[in-house]
């Protein structure tokens, strides 16, 4: 019989991989220098995306580590990968906004 044990990590290991792709892609999605045109739905559309996109990669994270400590951490990383994202944006030639990384 197979050990339930190895197959729940290599579960895990797969979800944590495509959170990590979801991460990359946020990060290209903030810093690639000439973003696609999104016509925006209402004003401060762009600080809704930032909201929707932190908030799945929070519950995504959150879902996976079952320990509130890890949590905890994860949401600060969050939160750290976005106030720097935010910084690195002003190199890329897009405005670096705080309101962004405040939503």
Request: proline share 6%; with cysteine.
């Given at each position: 019989m197979?050990?339930?044990?190895a197959?729940?990590?290599r579960l ?7 959170g990590?792709g979801m991460?990359v ?5 903030c810093l690639?220098?000439s ?6 739905a209402f004003?401060y559309?762009?600080?809704?995306e930032h909201?929707?996109?932190?908030l799945?990669?929070a519950?995504w ?5 079952a320990r ?13 990968m976005?106030g ?6 002003h ?5 670096a ?7």
């Amino acid at each position: 019989m197979a050990d339930n044990g190895a197959g729940a990590r290599r579960l895990r290991s797969g979800w944590q991989a495509l959170g990590f792709g979801m991460v990359v892609l946020v990060w290209w999605a903030c810093l690639v220098p000439s973003p696609p045109e999104i016509p925006p739905a209402f004003p401060y559309f762009d600080k809704f995306e930032h909201f929707i996109a932190y908030l799945v990669l929070a519950g995504w994270f959150a879902a996976i580590h079952a320990r509130m400590r890890a949590r905890i951490v994860v949401l600060c990383l969050l939160v750290l990968m976005g106030g720097v994202i935010e910084v690195l944006q002003h190199y890329t030639g897009r405005d670096a906004e705080w309101l962004d990384w405040l939503a």
